[in-house]
């Protein structure tokens, strides 16, 4: 999967977040380290969205951009 994120830098480091997925950010001293980071941060989200959706009657669908 792939989603948009923003990076910003800062005095002390960066921060990063995916506009998709209110309230997923993160942050690292380094680019590299925001992106390992926020890599985890998106993975454990959509464990926590996948374990709120348990039970429900779940679909996708696609929409063209």
Do not use: F
């Amino acid at each position: 999967m792939k989603y948009r994120i923003a990076l910003h830098e800062s005095e002390e480091g960066y921060s990063v977040s995916v506009p998709g997925l209110p309230g997923c950010w993160s942050q690292g001293t380094t680019e590299q380290e925001a992106m390992e980071n926020i890599r985890d941060a998106v993975r454990e989200y959509l464990s926590v969205v996948n374990e709120q959706l348990r039970g429900e009657d779940v679909r996708e669908i696609e929409v063209a951009v």
